[in-house]
């Protein structure tokens, strides 16, 4: 079945730590995106890849990084830099200008 | 209006109950409006994708519509039943950059 496929469910990290978030989509959508959502917000834009090796700056891009070397993979790390990264992380993917939205289940991080 | 702004923020209704959603935009740079249902435990899954002023969409008991010059979205839910019990997200969409979300409405059916 095609679908957008995010691990871990949960994740744990301690300060001072990076750790990666994965994402992977077999769609063969050209758009992924990474949102994060805190208790009572909406989703956030974190980063959004358009094609493989290009990726653009969301609202909240600051302390996080991403890649986008191939079309069904964008993985977002989230940095030490990253001041308050306990969160929910949501990656979407879509293919045109005007078509839904996929989304993954999403990642719990919990900084302990 | 600067964001994508919903009201109300949370619903309560009884099963039976006939309830509606506001998503209101900014009208400018319009390409389309989305609404999607997310449940507990779930990935948000979409209703509707809607791209012209006047577009009005139906999906069984749910259905919305759209006012692009004046920035705004409806969905109605017509004789809610538990299973609506959810959060609807509305997000307005500006080519392929990105969606820009609302903060949702969270919905309570009651049995």
Redesign the interface.
């Known amino acids: 079945d095609g679908g957008?496929t995010q691990s871990p469910k949960y994740l744990f990290r301690k300060e001072g730590q990076n750790v990666t978030l994965s994402c992977e989509q077999n769609l063969n959508h050209?758009?992924m995106?990474w949102?994060r959502q805190d208790p009572?917000?909406?989703?956030?834009?974190i980063y959004?890849s358009?094609i493989v090796n290009d990726f653009?700056k969301?609202d909240i891009a600051e302390g996080y990084s991403v890649s986008r070397e191939k079309k069904e993979s964008f993985p977002l790390t989230v940095t030490s830099a990253q001041k308050n990264p306990t969160a929910f992380y949501?990656c979407?993917s879509?293919t045109?200008?005007?078509?839904?939205?996929?989304?993954?289940?999403?990642t719990r991080l919990t900084v302990v | 209006i600067l964001n994508?702004e919903?009201s109300p923020q949370s619903l309560h209704v009884q099963e039976g109950d006939s309830t509606n959603f506001t998503c209101s935009f900014p009208s400018s740079n319009f390409?389309?409006l989305?609404w999607?249902r997310w449940e507990t435990a779930?990935?948000?899954?979409?209703l509707f994708?809607m791209?012209l002023n006047g577009d009005e969409k139906k999906k069984g008991r749910i259905s919305a519509t759209l006012n692009t010059k004046e920035g705004y979205s409806y969905l109605y839910i017509k004789g809610s039943q538990p299973e609506d019990s959810a959060t609807y997200?509305c997000?307005r969409?500006t080519?392929?950059?990105?969606?820009?979300?609302?903060?949702?409405t969270r919905l309570q059916v009651q049995p």
């Open positions: 957008i050209d758009a995106y949102y009572g917000q909406g989703l956030r834009l959004y358009q653009q969301g949501l979407a879509r045109g200008d005007i078509t839904e939205a996929f989304f993954g289940q999403g | 994508v919903q390409y389309a989305h999607y779930k990935s948000p899954e979409a994708v791209t997200l997000a969409g080519g392929r950059r990105a969606l820009t979300f609302g903060s949702g």
